[in-house]
């Protein structure tokens, strides 16, 4: 099977409210919180290491049978620019959810590398992927050493 690496658009930073899981120096959260910076209308969007899709996507990820991830709430605020950026592009505040991954390589249809960008998925699910707006992300195929 193919696999691709996913760098998609960097549109927020972390939250205060973000906690990670002791042991995994800052890569593996226990609570995510987004703050939006501005918005591209694209379906996945990253602040490292989190990740977080729009609610249409993470719809038809749940009712896929790709595997590696949990879709958990979230805590998500919009920064002043944020707020600016988003009355100028007169577009609604994305409801988002949190795209945990939790894969292996190989194993399953999402997973994360230690090399950045960390997210990879299999074809299957680039194929589901691309059904939305990935304009702006970065996507490249990734090779399993």
């Known amino acids: ?3 691709y690496r996913i760098d998609p658009i960097v ?3 972390q ?10 120096e800052n890569r593996k959260l226990e609570t995510f919180h987004m703050v939006l910076e501005d918005w ?4 996945i969007v990253t602040t490292s290491p989190g990740f977080a899709v729009t609610r249409r ?3 038809s990820l749940a009712k896929s049978e790709l595997s590696g991830f949990k879709l958990k709430d979230m805590y998500l605020s919009i920064s002043e620019n944020g707020t600016r950026a988003i009355r100028e592009k007169g577009v609604p505040i994305p409801e988002l959810i949190w795209l945990d991954i939790e894969g292996t390589d190989e194993q399953t249809d999402f997973f994360l590398t230690t090399t950045y960008p960390p997210l990879v998925v299999s074809e299957r699910a680039l194929e589901v992927l691309r059904e939305f707006n990935l304009a702006n992300a970065d996507i490249e195929e990734y090779t399993i050493q």
């Not at 939250?15 to 995994?24: A, H, L, V």
Request: no cysteine.
């Open 15 to 24: 939250g205060d409210m973000t906690e990670y899981t002791p042991g995994f």
């Open 1 to 3: 099977m193919k696999y």
């Open 57 to 59: 996507l993470a719809d």
């Open 40 to 43: 591209n209308s694209n379906d």
């Open 11 to 13: 549109d927020a930073r």
